[in-house]
Structure formats: structure tokens, C-alpha cells
């Protein structure tokens, strides 16, 4: 089993930057890829972000290319999604999930965090 909890969520101008942390328990969390997804209220869950277990591998949605960077640090057991250029309509509740296959996927994820809030003005 791993347990994921995220953290570093908050308020900021649009423009402006943060930092996702997501730490997980459970002795296998280096085999296991790692995504970023968001929901915000009345809409379906979406994906952000991904990366494979080695963090060789990463893949974004197109919403955020360019602008957010996945990456993990297996020995602290943390995925982290940095956020720059952050946009009103990035507005969501960031969710952390973990995939067994150990790959950079859109979709299989088993173990879920219980989200972080991100807020954007404008």
C-alpha cells in the first residue's frame, strides 16, 4: 500500500509561481510512476502530469507544457510539480497518485493523496 499527501498548495496572482510536494510512504514507491491530476468543483478529474519511476520519463498535458515541471526525488520519497506561469483558469484541487507499472500513463493510477488547493487571481 502507499499513502500520498500533498502539500505546498495555496493562493497566488496569476503570473506567479508554486511548488506541489507529494510524500509518500510505502517501500516500493520507487517503482512506481508517479502523476499530478486536478478537479476543480463540477468538473471531471483531469489529468496534469506524469513521470516514470526513474523520472526518466515525463509526459504533460497540453493545458500546462511548457509551463510546470514534474519531478521526484526517490530517496525523500516526493514527487513534486513546480508551477510557473500560473493562470486563473489553473484554479483546481491538485491531486497526487501513484501507478504500479512504474510508467509515465495517463490513466491506472491504484493509490490517490487527498488533494491540495490551488488558487489563482487574476
Known amino acids: 500500500q502507499v499513502r500520498l499527501a500533498e502539500s505546498g498548495g495555496g493562493l497566488v496572482q496569476a503570473g506567479g509561481s508554486l511548488r506541489l510536494s507529494c510524500a509518500a510512504s510505502?517501500?516500493?514507491?520507487?517503482?512506481?510512476?508517479m502523476g499530478w491530476f486536478r478537479q476543480a468543483p463540477g468538473k471531471e478529474r483531469e489529468f496534469v502530469a506524469a513521470?516514470?519511476?526513474?523520472?526518466?520519463?515525463?509526459r504533460y498535458a497540453d493545458s500546462v507544457e511548457g509551463r510546470f515541471t514534474i519531478s521526484r526525488d526517490n530517496a525523500k520519497n516526493t514527487v513534486y510539480l513546480q508551477m510557473n506561469g500560473l493562470k486563473p483558469e489553473d484554479t483546481d484541487v491538485y491531486y497526487c497518485?501513484?501507478?504500479?507499472?512504474?510508467?509515465?500513463?495517463?490513466?491506472?493510477?491504484?493509490?490517490w493523496g487527498q488533494g491540495t488547493q490551488v488558487t489563482v487571481s487574476s
Open positions: 510505502g517501500r516500493a514507491f520507487s517503482s512506481y510512476g
Open positions: 513521470i516514470s519511476w526513474s523520472g526518466g520519463i515525463t
Open positions: 497518485a501513484a501507478e504500479p507499472t512504474g510508467w509515465a500513463t495517463k490513466v491506472g493510477y491504484a493509490y
